[in-house]
């Protein structure tokens, strides 16, 4: 048995019957990153040199009969969006290459305060913006299930990551997909809670009213788990929601016996690639003979999720960004030339075409003349969408659909094709616009082994509920998967 393709709470029972120790874990995922990082590339800083002895120390806890948490010790990788002080944060861009954050995220403080062993910071797209993981400024993250094939984003790195043994779980961000998508494509469990559940302080800023962090997992369970870590009301961000956070792992093993899952009639399947469309209808079946009742939903501005997101996301984006200009800090050009050159410049040498072209889009939708026409349009329909959402909820306890309308795709296939890269999000997009919790969790296997998710999206604040309808499918489901690629 591999060690590192277990999940967090086995190898926790295990050590804790002494079978297997925290260092004999993480050697396994050491050496896993040895025989696989120069092939895959998931991550853009390794935090090697100081898992073994973490662990050391944990295990002398354990011996001595003390209490310690599932995470204290196991391997966990970042998104390298987060702030870790002292430890480079990169965000995927040449313009932090070299930023060294003074303080620690909410997120990773969190996760401190369990112990937990950073393995690393993975790779994303430039601040968070792409489903490719092919807008990293550092170089491209592949597929372990296929090396041609991309892991998805924007939290490639950490989903790729966990699929390949190369951490146990994984913190991610999800702005319109990045959760999600990644853990579909990678055949893993990915969720995003509800927007505020989470605090995002110190998680470096893309669109400001879509970021949310959260879990990349090897089962539900481990999700639970690393939500129960994560989440909760943080006084640093104005959005954390004040309220109590449940004990999530209480809604594991729960039956979905009268549980009604929504179907949105207005979603058109038409362009999904077939064998998603046969892997969705299969998902379904196996939730109906778990106990549950499929019932049709209405969300009628469905169809207009993904342009009404890429008007607001660059928007924000575009403020957001403001703040490099090369003089507080990250690059700085050493062109010579006036202040408003120095801004320009540095701007052009540290960001990527994927962010210029947001930014720009952004400013163009804010201003004179433009405002009313795009962004404040496109609020109005985040505002329908939203109510029509809430309105499906009165009638049934989550909505599935598909994650993606196709498996994970190859590297280089739709660069050049952004408004199909766009399209790919049309499924994770609206929960993002609606503020509601989501859930991907593998639904099976393409023929020719590729990872296709099923989705699960929940009312707000129901992510107990999303975690009890979606553990119960993986183990109706118990999917064999295939060998990776490597």
């Known amino acids: ?18 079978d297997i120790t925290t260092v004999d874990i993480c050697e396994s995922v050491l050496k896993r990153i040895e025989k696989t990082e120069s092939q895959l590339h998931s ?15 944990v295990d002398k ?12 010790g196991m391997p966990v990788a970042v998104k390298d969006i987060f702030s870790t002080k002292g430890i480079t944060t990169t965000c995927g861009s040449q313009f932090l290459k070299d930023y060294v ?3 620690e995220s909410t997120v990773t403080q969190n996760l401190q305060n369990v ?17 490719s993981t092919e807008n990293s400024a550092f170089g491209v993250t592949r597929n372990p299930w296929n090396l041609d094939c991309v892991p998805g984003g924007s939290s490639g790195g950490s989903a790729s990551a966990v699929a390949a043994g190369q951490a146990l779980a994984a913190v991610g961000t999800d702005t319109g997909g990045s959760i999600r998508q990644p853990a579909s494509f990678n055949g893993i469990v990915g969720l995003k809670p509800t927007y505020g559940r989470v605090s995002r302080w110190g998680m470096v800023a893309f669109a400001s009213s879509f970021d949310q962090a959260g879990p990349l997992t090897r089962d539900v369970e481990d999700a639970a788990i690393l939500l129960q870590i994560i989440a909760g009301y943080d006084k640093h961000d104005a959005t954390s929601l004040k309220v109590e956070v449940p004990d999530y792992r209480a809604y594991l093993n729960k039956s979905v016996q009268g549980l009604k899952i929504g179907l949105i009639k207005d979603l058109d399947l038409s362009s999904c690639d077939p064998e998603v469309v046969s892997i969705f209808e299969n998902n379904l079946a196996v939730l109906k003979d778990a106990g549950a009742e499929i019932v049709d939903i209405s969300i009628p501005n469905i169809k207009h999720a993904v342009a009404t997101y890429y008007v607001i996301a660059p928007c924000e984006a575009s403020s957001n960004l403001g703040r490099y200009d090369g003089v507080r800090y990250g690059r700085r050009s050493t062109k010579k030339g006036n202040l408003i050159e120095m801004y320009e410049q540095s701007r052009d040498e540290g960001f990527g075409k994927e962010v210029k072209m947001r930014i720009l889009i ?5 201003s004179a003349g433009y405002y009313d026409a795009y962004y404040l349009k496109a609020q109005k329909i985040q505002n329908l969408i939203r109510s029509q959402y809430y309105k499906a909820f009165q009638k049934v306890d989550a909505i599935a659909t598909p994650v993606a309308p196709t498996p994970p795709f190859r590297i280089g296939e739709k660069t050049d094709d952004p408004l199909q890269m766009y399209l790919g999000d049309a499924f994770t997009i609206p929960a993002n616009l609606a503020g509601i919790p989501g859930i991907s969790v593998p639904g099976g296997f393409t023929q020719s082994s590729l990872p296709v998710g099923l989705q699960l999206l929940g009312n707000h604040l129901e992510e107990g509920k999303l975690i009890q309808i979606a553990h119960c499918f993986e183990k109706s489901l118990n999917l064999e998967k295939p060998a990776l690629a490597i």
């Open 1 to 18: 048995m591999n060690l590192y393709e277990q999940p967090v709470h086995i190898l926790h029972e295990m050590r804790k019957r002494k």
């Open 43 to 57: 991550f853009l800083t390794l935090r090697g040199d100081r898992i073994i002895k973490d662990a050391a120390e």
């Open 61 to 72: 806890k354990i011996q001595s009969g003390d209490p310690v948490h599932e995470i204290e």
């Open 101 to 103: 954050p003074p303080y």
């Open 115 to 131: 112990r937990y062993n950073l393995v690393g910071k993975t790779n994303m797209d430039e601040f968070a913006m792409g489903s």
């Open 362 to 366: 952004g400013t163009f939708a804010l």
